[in-house]
């Protein structure tokens, strides 16, 4: 995943930068609605994945230059609270109070102190590290690198690399069982690596028929489901034990990422080119269906739950041509926003 996505170079953003789509909101009756209810204004710049600490009331944004920051109470911003090289992402880690985050023009990660900012360590990772995943099971924090086709397990504790997994591939995102498995969309291949992290070894992989360029991967714990947006406008779930397809949903173009609510048990699914977020309800057999489908904006194509409010916070700006070496969109100066989805007041 790169700052401002391969996919909005891919799918052709510009063609719909120019005018806000008409995408009535829709949703089954009954239902809670959701709705963009406010935009908080920040600095200029790309961005890739938000995360949010829920107890520390903490937003971190991976952006060029380094982490910004925002507290979710009185929304202050701060632009570059921890410096880096083409930062992907932050994750924090555990109870620790640390956070690390992914320099991917450096090939490093960051270890900081998420209440103070003080980095405390960098430790070489592999090749254009991009996300970064905390599995609470080995305390450790597996760092996905994009092109180098490995996951670096770090020890932010002691700020070394516990071990390298070979994948291969192009890797997006991951997500953590919770039971020391890991799981990784592998782009150019359309499939889901399952990888043992305590044993330090590839399980087995699971193909996705149908799937374009898979990126943005959740695990539903209690359920034993995973969900993986694709690049073709459809969101998988499959079994995590068996690998075998419960659903494949439409939604929309250009999303990056996938956000759950586990303790609502709904998945949401933002769309960059279309400009839409997507609600689904997740469950087992035809529990998992589309509640609902609203405007966004063009660009708003991943973000972060507080599980706190049940807010979510969606990245977005008007993006420009493209500038050379660079493939992707730029971003015009003065647009850059945060939008705030919740429930639709009745």
């Given amino acids: 995943m790169h700052r401002m996505s391969k996919r909005m170079a891919q799918a052709g953003l510009m063609t719909v930068l120019a005018a806000t789509l008409a995408v009535p909101a829709q949703a089954d009756s009954g239902e809670t609605q959701y709705a963009v209810i406010d935009r908080i204004a920040g600095p200029d710049g790309g961005w890739d994945y938000t995360t949010i600490d829920a107890t520390a009331r903490r937003l971190y944004l991976g952006r060029d230059p380094g982490v910004m920051t925002m507290d979710l109470e009185n929304r202050k911003i701060t632009a570059v609270a921890v410096p880096g090289e083409g930062v992907h992402g932050a994750v924090p880690v555990g109870d620790t109070g640390l956070v690390v985050n992914s320099n991917g023009d450096r090939n490093t990660v960051t270890i900081f102190e998420g209440q103070t900012n003080k980095v405390v360590g960098t430790v070489k990772v592999g090749k254009s590290p991009d996300a970064v995943v905390y599995d609470p099971a080995t305390r450790l924090v597996a760092v996905i690198n994009h092109r180098g086709g490995t996951v670096s397990l770090v020890d932010a504790s002691k700020a070394t690399l ?7 591939g192009e890797l997006e995102f991951a997500a953590a ?7 990784v969309n592998v782009a150019d291949k359309h499939e889901v690596a399952v990888i043992d992290l305590s044993a330090g070894k590839l ?12 990126s943005g991967l959740i695990y539903d714990q209690a359920d ?3 969900a993986s947006v694709c690049g073709n406008g459809v969101t998988k779930v499959l079994n995590a034990d068996t690998g075998a397809e419960l659903a494949s949903l439409k939604t929309g173009i250009g999303s990056d990422g996938l956000i759950f609510d586990a303790a609502h048990k709904r998945l949401f699914v933002p769309a960059g080119k279309d400009g839409t977020l997507t609600v689904i309800a997740l469950g087992a057999g035809a529990q998992t269906r589309v509640l609902q489908t609203i405007k966004t904006a063009p660009s708003a194509r991943l973000g972060a739950l507080d599980t706190k409010t ?3 916070y969606l990245p977005s700006a008007k993006l420009g041509p493209p500038k050379a070496p660079e493939p992707w969109p730029t971003v015009v100066a003065g647009t850059f926003s945060i939008l705030v989805v919740g429930e639709r007041s009745q």
């Fill in 177 to 183: 069982s919770g039971d020391g498995k890991l799981f």
């Fill in 310 to 312: 049940g807010l979510i």
């Fill in 224 to 226: 034993g489901l995973i």
């Fill in 162 to 168: 516990v071990r390298s997994i070979e994948v291969g």
């Fill in 203 to 214: 399980l087995r992989r699971i193909p996705m028929k149908g799937c374009e360029d898979p």
